[in-house]
């Protein structure tokens, strides 16, 4: 490889590949037993938020198969990322033709300038937390090796935060 960026993007695509998932998936809060009076009004009655614990891989990240308009897509939780960021090959099993779809715009990354097009997601489910109307952007083809889930998903949800080896995302 010729300069450090493509060295560094092709040893990050190694290491994501090898550290599938240590994805920890935990059920909603149970709720407590409620008399059989009760069981009536329970089932109508809204369900308290949703938690969902992700265990961090060998190198300390947070990998998630979440479901993005009935399409199961692998993504990298990143919590510095403005926004969703799909591969091209994701938005491709997706439907989304970014040239024909979304305006484009230059993102500063890691790796300097990008050019990628933007889109919209109608729901993006990771567990039982669902998420409706996502900012996304489409980044060209090699840009990324994984898409990586930003604040564009996060910013909606009642909270998350990272203790001890695990992030617990609250929907």
Known sequence: MANPSSWALGVAATAIGVALSYTQWLAPKVEAEVPAAA????????????????????RGHYIVHPTIDNYRVKMMVDTGASIVALTAD???????K?????????????NGAVAATSTMLRE????????RNVEAVVMPPGALSMSLLGNSFLGKLQGYEV??????LRG
């Open 39 to 58: 069981t009536a009004s329970r089932a109508a009655a809204p369900r308290g938020p949703t938690t969902l614990a992700v265990a961090a891989d060998y």
């Open 90 to 96: 994701d938005a491709r099993a997706l439907g989304i």
């Open 163 to 168: 203790q001890t080896g695990r992030m617990v």
């Open 124 to 131: 993006i489910r990771l567990g039982e937390i669902i998420v």
């Open 98 to 110: 970014p040239d024909r779809q979304g305006r484009r715009m230059m993102l500063n990354t890691a």
